[in-house]
């Protein structure tokens, strides 16, 4: 009988110390014009568009695969926090903010780096209470485009995540 209480407080002390996959959310999803707040930035998703080409005065940028769109996000970001803050890093850790697009519940793209796009919101500096407005572009397929089925951005951090539906 001994033997059976001390393994089973031995298991029950490695599970909770065991690290959970659980995410963090706030079990709401969000619409275009909303407002969230993470790590001391707000984050406002604006307006979405499709393109097949972004065109800028010097120059422009196409999708690199046969059959792919850009899916441009506009957003508003704010850092409310004391000190300056880098959000959507090129090269990024589980503390960093990332963003993906989920298309019909389980296809994730992640987002197209334009260097020399002035819009573009990768890798951006902000330091404390000021505003930046740009864009995230995503490349995807066609047929993402063109569907009816579910589209949302995911914005998330370690384990805390917030979904925009975008259609």
């Not at 404390?128 to 740009?134: E, H, M």
Request: proline share 2%; glycine share 4%.
């Amino acid at each position: 009988m001994k033997k059976l209480s001390i393994v089973s407080i031995i298991v029950i002390l490695l599970s909770a110390c065991m690290p959970q996959n659980t995410a963090n959310t706030a079990n709401t999803t969000y619409r275009m014009g909303d407002t969230i707040t993470i790590d001391d930035i707000e984050i406002t998703i604006d307006d979405i568009e499709i393109s097949d080409k972004i065109t800028l005065d010097h120059g422009s940028f196409s999708p690199s695969g046969d059959g792919n769109v850009f899916l441009i996000v506009h957003m508003a970001l704010k850092n409310s926090g004391k000190t300056a803050q880098t959000i959507f890093k090129l090269v990024t850790l589980n503390t960093d903010i990332r963003a993906v697009i989920v298309y019909d519940g389980e296809y994730e793209y992640i987002s197209s780096n334009l260097l020399g796009y002035d819009d573009d919101l990768s890798n951006t500096n902000l330091n404390p209470l000021t505003s930046k407005t740009g864009v995230k572009v995503f490349e995807v397929a066609n047929e993402v485009a063109d569907s009816n089925k579910s589209l949302a951005l995911k914005i998330y951090q370690d384990k805390t995540e917030f979904i925009f539906n975008l259609r």
